[in-house]
């Protein structure tokens, strides 16, 4: 079961509302959701993790389900959801990871088993510090960098005005995707909705 959900991103004010970030919201999103349908009493708020991380906990029936923000920032996310295998004694087939993808165009999301970093740095620290490319992941488009500028101040700018209204549509899409894959698997989810 898929049940360590990381959203890849910056920590920091300064970085919220950037194209990386898109990672962080997604879990912000199925975090605050989770909230607002459970009846228990206890907040669904991040906190820190034994290691460089912030998580939190929900139950999806007798199953806990973690989401993880890193706090090592992007190019060096692989140490943090090492940390977070360990510390939650789970293994990379019950890994998801949710990241930004310059590939895809603004609004669009893809879900893959497996596979290469696709030159996302953050992805590519995970590569190496699980020594695996076996692991699930959702990529959600930001569109591809703009002529004459340079690939990392692209992904460090925030979103603009006119983009938001998708932006904000995506990543409520992304945390129903996630929701099916907790839930119905990966294989179901990619059926689900990478045609879309």
């Known amino acids: 079961m898929v049940n360590l959900i990381v959203g890849l991103g910056n920590p920091g004010e300064r970085y919220r509302n950037t194209r ?3 990672g962080y919201r997604v879990v912000d999103f199925l975090a605050d959701r989770f909230d607002r349908l459970t009846t228990r009493r206890d907040k669904k708020e991040f ?3 034994k290691g ?6 929900t139950k999806v029936g007798r199953e806990r389900v973690y989401f993880i923000k890193p706090l090592t920032f992007m190019n060096s996310s692989g140490a943090a959801v090492a940390e977070a295998i360990d510390n939650f004694n789970l ?4 890994l998801l ?19 290469s970093d696709g030159g996302h740095k953050g992805l590519r620290s995970i590569i190496y510090q699980l020594s695996s490319i076996d692991f699930a ?3 959600l488009g930001i569109g591809d960098t703009p002529e004459n500028v340079d690939l990392e101040e692209f992904v460090l700018e925030d979103f603009k005005p006119d983009e938001k209204e998708k932006t904000d549509q995506m990543v409520e899409k992304a945390a129903l995707v996630v929701e099916n894959i907790v839930m119905n698997g990966i294989e179901d989810s990619m059926n689900r909705f990478n045609a879309d």
């Open 52 to 57: 460089e991380f912030l998580f939190c906990e």
């Open 91 to 94: 293994g990379i087939e019950n």
């Open 97 to 115: 990871v949710v990241c930004d993808d310059v590939a895809l165009p603004l609004g669009k999301i893809r879900i893959r088993e497996k596979g």
């Open 47 to 49: 906190k820190p993790g």
């Open 137 to 139: 992941r959702l990529r």
């Open 20 to 22: 990386h970030n898109l």
